[in-house]
């Protein structure tokens, strides 16, 4: 759905893998995508709240860096 641009419905599906929980490396990405789909939904506060819970959870991980260059521009 995320690619399709529905993305209210990608950001209802990702949430559902993060509640889920289970491999950390999938629900790291499902948290980031959660990010980005509120992002391209025009919801800049959720985006900014994902963001900042992607850096939380992973601060060092694999979109640490593009997270950070992300929340500099708000």
């Not at 690619?3 to 950390?24: H, K, N, Q, T, Y």
């Not at 999938?26 to 506060?45: C, I, M, P, S, T």
């Amino acid at each position: 759905r995320f690619l399709s641009a529905d993305f209210a419905a990608a950001a209802a599906d990702l949430e559902a893998v993060i509640a889920e929980g289970g491999d950390p490396a999938v629900v790291e990405q499902a948290r980031y995508r959660l990010a980005l789909a509120h992002f391209n939904a025009g919801d800049k506060a959720k985006a900014a709240e994902a963001f900042e819970r992607v850096l939380r959870d992973a601060p060092n991980g694999p979109f640490a860096v593009e997270v950070r260059v992300r929340l500099a521009e708000y």
